[in-house]
């Protein structure tokens, strides 16, 4: 029903600039229909029961108010507007002068001087106020002062309350349309102001984490980058006086080891920076072969090969998601199992496992190392955060896997015990 009476006032494919607008639309030809059903009903009521009264100002309100509603759906909104005003206001006073108070049909008045403001609204008010104007000049001239511009019209007492009842009840319909816009339009901008007020706050709360961070990220990079720097020049001042050359080997491995250390800090802030930017991929990906291209490269190093690592995931798993922050992921996990391992033990051992579960990809990095102390469980994803002293790592590794994990839109915690070993546990929604 609301879509037809919409189809029909504003037709099917309407243009218009917002949303009030195409309301004030629909509003001019909603009340422009009550016109026409009202000089329908009061036409049809005379011919039924032969009135002997004149049809003619009920023909000009349903002609003229046919014409509104054909502007209206042919975009001349403007002209819609002034012609319905301009009709009613007149009809109006001609009803009220015409006919006795007791017909109710200066109750007219009261939806006409609401229409102007309605349908103009504030940024038209020069013309809501012209029509106000005009509606109270007619209303003082149809009721304080006796013109008789127009022969009255006499009818019986039952003709009259019959009229003021139709009167009544369509007056006050219009009225409560006109209302009912107004009403209607402060509910959504309230909403809409609310809405903006918590993105507004959202965005807030946003940007302080991100500044902070910020800050942070500027103190502890530049800490992180000048460290292996100052070693460096260090190693080199300590070079020049070395007299021995064959000492110069030992010197040239420590600091190849601090180039690999500002390598690493480097090569993490650009994966920070680089998921932070860039879009989500969907590739097919086999986290078997996945995890054996990762480990080929730790297993060079002869520390790893005391580890006995176990890739408990099917060969033929193939999944689809972003290889490339998969492999962040994972690669950091590893990294940490190995260099933070127990090597002092019997059995130093690294296993990834994986189950699938509803759509949901549960990926576990389990190694039986040193485990993380119960204090810094919760800040290890925190940024630049370490847990011990001896690391040699920047802190970012963990913070760089939660926040890729989460753009993936996956989720990671720790269970780990410590002095027993640590397990991360991933979450991922997958499509298989
Ligand atoms: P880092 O660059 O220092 O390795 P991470 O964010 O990757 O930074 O790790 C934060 C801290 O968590 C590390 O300093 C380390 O103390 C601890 N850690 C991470 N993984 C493990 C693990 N598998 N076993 C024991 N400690 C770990």
Known sequence: MKELLSRIIVGKDPVVESRIAHTRILL???????????????IIRNLILQLNVSYHYHAILLSLMILVV???RKGHHLAAKI??????????????????????SFIYFIPIFLAAFVLFGYEERTKAIFFFLLTLFLFILAHLIDLHLVPQV????RKMFESFIVNFFTASFLTMLLINFLIRENYYYTKELIQNEEQLLEKNTQLIKINQELDQFVYST???????????LGLLQVMELEKEKENA???????????????HVIGEILDYAWNQKTGIQQDSINLHALLTE??????????????????????TLEIISDRRRLKIILLNLLSNAIRYHKYDQSKPFIRVSSTIHQNQLEICVEDNGPGIHPDHQ???????YRASDKTTGSGLGLYIVKETTEKIGGTIHLRSEYGKGSSFIIQLPIVQ
Do not use: W
Request: proline share 3%.
């Open 83 to 104: 012609l319905f005003l301009t009709t009613t206001n007149f009809l109006i006073f001609l009803f009220s002068s015409t006919a006795s108070y007791y017909t109710g």
């Open 249 to 263: 080997g030992y010197y040239i491995d420590l600091i190849r080891n601090r180039i690999h250390a500002l390598d």
């Open 28 to 42: 001019t030809g909603q009340v422009a229909m009550v016109g026409i059903f009202i000089s329908l009903f009061y």
């Open 154 to 157: 006499t009818l019986s007492t």
């Open 222 to 232: 530049s800490h992180d980058l000048r460290s292996p720097l100052s070693t460096i």
């Open 70 to 72: 054909v502007l209206n």
């Open 294 to 315: 990762i480990l080929t490269n730790f297993l060079q190093d002869e520390k790893t090969q005391k580890l006995s690592i176990e890739i408990e995931v099917p060969p």
């Open 378 to 384: 919760e800040k290890i994803f925190e940024m630049f």
